[in-house]
Structure formats: structure tokens, C-alpha cells
């Protein structure tokens, strides 16, 4: 289990969560957990539930070194404020990536601040065009100085109007896409042992899709949030470098413990410090008094009075580990976090642990 500390306590076996400036305590694993059992792995999945398969990728991970030390490279150097282009159109990308995926261009979005650069290729066969705006986009996590996470993400046509369920095959070859820039991406894809358990899991053949490689680096991580998509089930993470801190559970389970924890008597004080207005203070405990209500205000872009409470409040993370809902990745380290729809899907809030950011791959999971 992982375990919440307020301090480090110069222990060395403590890493910090610090978010964007919020300090949120110190945590550490009291023994390695187990790997589930065939069993367990489908009854957590069905049941909505969050599933660690610890170090199932470290008998691979060494023959991607090569590829991981790359895809530091690209992002260190993007971080030092070089243009990707340029750096994928030489090798070791332009090898890989000729001549199915031709570059045609490199957008810098002015309405996505978050954006870094938006590569677009097109998918050539025999000579020919057989998809047009397949995407690698590189953004920023957050807006926050301190804080150099970042992501790619491979996808096409116009973000967040696309259906891209309805066209798998323009999906498939953003994957190929992924796999030309990363090709670490087969420690997951092509992993014989994870393939069969979630072919076991989820009744057929998985397939990955809508990927993304992230680096979170310190200070960094993602805010509490889930990934519903329409067309997949879940997600699957896989740590391939540096280590992450997690905390992932249900949506009804999440919403109870907000509610458990507004109910201690210690939580008001606690709250003071991340809610410092009576008024949003009683606001919210209005909202956590209607698990309708709660849930809906969740699922709203803004929802800064529960985001006070799930991203901000060290007491609240610490009610959330000390109730067993972390979970610490280093390499080889796997997370399957159901996303069934909304009602049911798994939240999760990512943390940096350590000095270094750390590459690792998420990818969407959807059956043929
Ligand atoms: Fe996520």
C-alpha cells in the first residue's frame, strides 16, 4: 500500500508530491504490491476499478534503452525551445518514418496556448494518399512556469470535433504514426503477456489507440480528471522511465469520499486553507449534499470548488492514500484504469516523483 506522510522526515524512501506549487505531502510504498491474479484483473476491470500490473513490462524495457534515450532527447530539446520539425525530419525519426508518413506540415496554434507544435502527415501507399491530417501534437500540461510536463499526442483530422471512432483505419495508422516517433510503443503493443491478459479482460484482440507519450517532469503531473472517449474502454499507462505518483478510483467511489471526508469534523479547517471563502466553503458542501448535483458539477469544465478540494487540499490527498487509492509507477510498472462512461469511469490525478521527468506511454483501448 502506498502510504501518506506529512513530511519527509529524512527518510529517503518518501518522494514529495508537489503539484504546480501546491505542496501536497510526501508518500511511500510499504512493500511492493503483488501481481493480480488472471482472476482479479477481470473482476477489477468489471467492477470499474483501477489495476497495477507491477513490473510486467521489465523483461522489455531494456530493449527499447535506445528509443527511450531518443525520445528524451526530443523532448529535452524541445524543452530547450527547439522546433520538432526539423529534429523529425532527421534521423533516427526520417528513416522510420519514409515514406509512408511524409511530413507536410508544422503548426504553432495560436487559440492552443498550451500547444507547442502540431506536426501533420499524410499516410502514403504505393505512392499514394490514403489519409490526409494524421497529427503528432506536442503541448504543455499546464500553464504553470515551474513546470515543464509535457505530451504528445497522436490523433486526426479536427481535434475535439472528430469522431474518431467512426473511422478506425485513420485511427490505426495515427497508432502507426506513434509507433514510427516511438517505437517503445511495443512494450506495450507487442508485449505477449499484457496482450493476453487484457485480450482475457476484455473478451478479443486489443488494440491501441489515441496515444499519447507523456513526460511528466517535477512540479508537475495532471489534475483529477477521467478519460472518456466514445469507441474505447480504458486506458492503459505504462511507466517507461522516472516514477509517478497515482491516486484512481470510480467516479461513485470518488464522489463518496468527498462526502465521507466533508463529514469529519477536521475538514472544515483543512478546507480553510484550499477554500479560503466561507461562501465557497458552504458551496460546496451544498453540492456534496446531492450526489447528483456533485457529479454533475464535476463533469462541468469549470469546476473549481471540488478541483479546491481533489488537487489542492493535502488532507483530502492524504484521506484518498490512507484509504488505499495510490499507487507509485517506476519502469516496467503498468496501470489499467477503466473508462466505461461517465457515471462509472475512473478518475485519476498524476504526480512526478523524484528529480526527473520520466517518459511513459498512454494509450486508449478499444477492441476490433
Ligand atoms: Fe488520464
Known sequence: MVQWFRNSDNDSTR????????????????????????ETVQQRWHNDQAIMLPGILTDVIDSYAVDIASAHQLMEKTLNGAEIAPQIESEPYASRL???????????????????????????KDGEVIAEELWCKASWLSFHDDD????FRFSFGMEGYEDVAADPA?????????????????????????NQLLAEMVGSKPVYTERIIYFNAPNGGAQMHHDVERGHLGVVFAQLSGSTGWLAMAKPVLI????AFLALPESESALANTLPEPADRQELRELASDRAALSLHMDQFDHELSE????????????????????????????LMPQRDLETCVWHTVFCLGDDPGEALSFALRTI
Open 170 to 194: 485513420r485511427q490505426m495508422l495515427a497508432s502507426e504514426l506513434t509507433d514510427a516517433i516511438f517505437p517503445e510503443s511495443a512494450a506495450i503493443t507487442e508485449h505477449e503477456k499484457l
Open 15 to 38: 518522494k514529495e508530491l508537489t503539484r504546480r506549487g501546491f505542496d501536497l505531502g510526501w508518500i511511500s510504498e510499504d512493500a511492493r504490491p503483488a501481481m493480480p491474479d488472471r
Open 256 to 259: 463518496d469520499e468527498i462526502r
Open 148 to 151: 515543464a510536463s509535457m505530451r
Open 308 to 335: 479546491a478540494l481533489m488537487d489542492r487540499c493535502p488532507e483530502f490527498i492524504q484521506h484518498l492514500f490512507d484509504r488505499g487509492y495510490g499507487y507509485i509507477l517506476g519502469p516496467g510498472d503498468v496501470l
Open 98 to 124: 519514409n515514406p509512408k508518413f511524409p511530413l507536410i506540415s508544422a503548426l504553432f496554434e495560436e487559440h492552443d496556448e498550451q500547444c507547442i507544435e502540431k506536426l501533420m502527415f499524410d499516410a502514403e
